[in-house]
């Protein structure tokens, strides 16, 4: 994510006060990352939709 899609979506998340997910698609899997939570988030790849964000940010 370049630093210009980074911003945009912490300004959305400062707006409107809530976490942003971004999802960046690919050939076989996909890359999630959530902003602007209270805890550190690393970026994860996953390879199928069946998750709940919740199991990542803990609420």
Same mark, same amino acid.
Request: charged share 30%.
């Given at each position: 994510m370049d630093a210009a899609a980074n911003i945009r979506f912490r300004l959305f998340?400062?707006?409107?006060?809530?976490?942003?997910?971004?999802?960046?698609?690919?050939?076989?899997?996909?890359?999630?990352?959530?902003?602007?939570?209270?805890?550190?988030?690393? #970026? #994860?790849i996953m390879t199928g939709v069946d998750y709940r964000i919740q199991e990542f940010i803990g609420e």
């Open positions: 998340a400062a707006r409107y006060n809530h976490p942003v997910e971004v999802v960046v698609v690919r050939k076989h899997d996909f890359k999630m990352k959530v902003l602007s939570t209270t805890k550190k988030f690393e #970026q #994860q």
